[in-house]
């Protein structure tokens, strides 16, 4: 069970890592976080695990742990691929979409939209993603569901990391959009718009921000 303070751990340096104020490739010391927190290495060490299956953060065998260093042309791959997955998928969901398919995404998005208003930053980034991999199990397809989970999480950090309030909201608005579309059984539409939705996702990652530090005690202030 987590406790308290392994919470407060990965919360804290998920702050620092989406705010900017830790580096990508910053080595995560265990006895210095230990310190700063108060706390034992045993929490840091928990924590970390966790931040590493949030693709926060990389562990390596004998050197440690690291901010996880995003790629722009990964990441650009990554949604070429989604794209190539995801019109399809569309259509097919359009075409077998039932009432409770339908209302199964509509709270999915409310969710999104209720984590935006509410700026929880890790939590919208979390739902924007699954709304597409909720879409792939809807369909029955459990490989593509695999699939996009996994595509969705190497772009993870790219978007918590680089994707505005503003920007998230208007994924949010076009999430809405789509699934107004597969109500009204419009294929053409539905799978234009998820063509526009990932294009707008990648064009509105702001990558020129001003380089965060490498000083945990500093950026962890």
């Known amino acids: 069970m987590e406790s308290s303070s392994t919470r407060q751990i990965v919360e804290s340096l998920t702050r620092a890592i989406v705010e900017h104020r830790l580096h990508p490739g910053t080595k995560l010391a265990e ?19 966790q931040l590493a299956r949030n693709r926060l953060i990389r562990l390596e065998p004998a050197r440690g742990a690291f901010v996880a260093t995003p790629s722009v042309d990964e990441a650009r791959q990554v949604f070429e691929v989604r794209r190539m997955l995801e019109l399809e998928m569309v259509r097919t969901f359009v075409r077998q979409a039932t009432p409770a398919k339908i209302k199964a995404l509509r709270a999915h998005v409310a969710e999104e939209k209720k984590a935006v208003a509410n700026n929880d930053v890790p939590g919208r980034n979390e739902l924007l993603g699954d709304f597409h991999v909720r879409m792939a199990e809807l369909t029955g397809n459990q490989v593509l569901a695999e699939l996009l989970e996994e595509l969705t999480s ?31 059984r419009d294929e053409d539409l539905a799978v234009r718009l998820m063509d526009e939705h990932l294009s707008n996702v990648m064009a509105n990652l ?7 530090t490498s000083d945990i005690a500093v950026a962890l202030a």
């Not at 702001?206 to 965060?212: A, G, I, N, V, Y």
């Open 154 to 184: 190497r772009c993870a950090l790219i978007t918590l990391v680089y994707q505005s309030k503003s920007a998230a909201e208007h994924s949010n608005e076009e999430h809405v959009e789509l699934v107004k579309a597969v109500a009204a």
């Open 206 to 212: 702001t990558f020129d921000r001003k380089p965060p």
């Open 31 to 49: 006895q210095k976080l230990a310190d700063h927190f108060g706390v034992s290495r045993t929490l840091v060490r928990q924590a970390l695990f």
